[in-house]
């Protein structure tokens, strides 16, 4: 059974980092793209970052480009987004997904797997 589980949220004062990790169990997602996105209260889920299946390219939404950082390890299945000068409007819960392709998208509705999300809050 497929499963992944998010981890490392909480609460921390603006300006501060955190790094969230996704553990990948069951079949290995070595050849799939992988992404994060994050959903605010009353908001869509939007997107945030996605990697290819290698690991050598990298995408960001224009509101976390140049303080996240995507990145993956394929030998332990791991997803892993850091996140530095964090914002209060980062605030949301962050899900980390992947599909059954190993291209590329920036749609939620392109990713089959998803985890249960990790609480990210951000104070001013």
């Known amino acids: 059974q497929v499963q992944l589980v998010e981890s490392g949220g909480g609460l921390v004062q603006a300006g501060g980092s955190l790094r969230l990790t996704c553990a990948a169990s069951?079949?290995?997602?070595?050849?799939?793209?992988m992404g994060w996105f994050r959903q605010a209260p009353g908001k869509e889920r939007e997107f945030v970052s996605t990697?290819?299946?290698?690991?050598?390219?990298?995408y960001y939404s224009d509101s976390v480009k140049g303080r996240f950082t995507i990145s993956r390890d394929n030998m332990s299945n791991s997803l892993y987004l850091q996140m530095n000068s964090l914002k209060p409007e980062d605030t949301a819960v962050y899900f980390c997904?992947?599909?059954?392709?190993?291209?590329?998208?920036?749609?939620?509705?392109?990713?089959?797997?998803w985890g249960q999300g990790t609480q990210v809050t951000v104070s001013s």
């Open positions: 069951g079949p290995s997602f070595n050849g799939n793209a």
């Open positions: 997904a992947a599909r059954q392709s190993r291209f590329v998208t920036t749609s939620p509705d392109d990713y089959f797997y």
């Open positions: 990697v290819t299946w290698i690991g050598l390219n990298t």
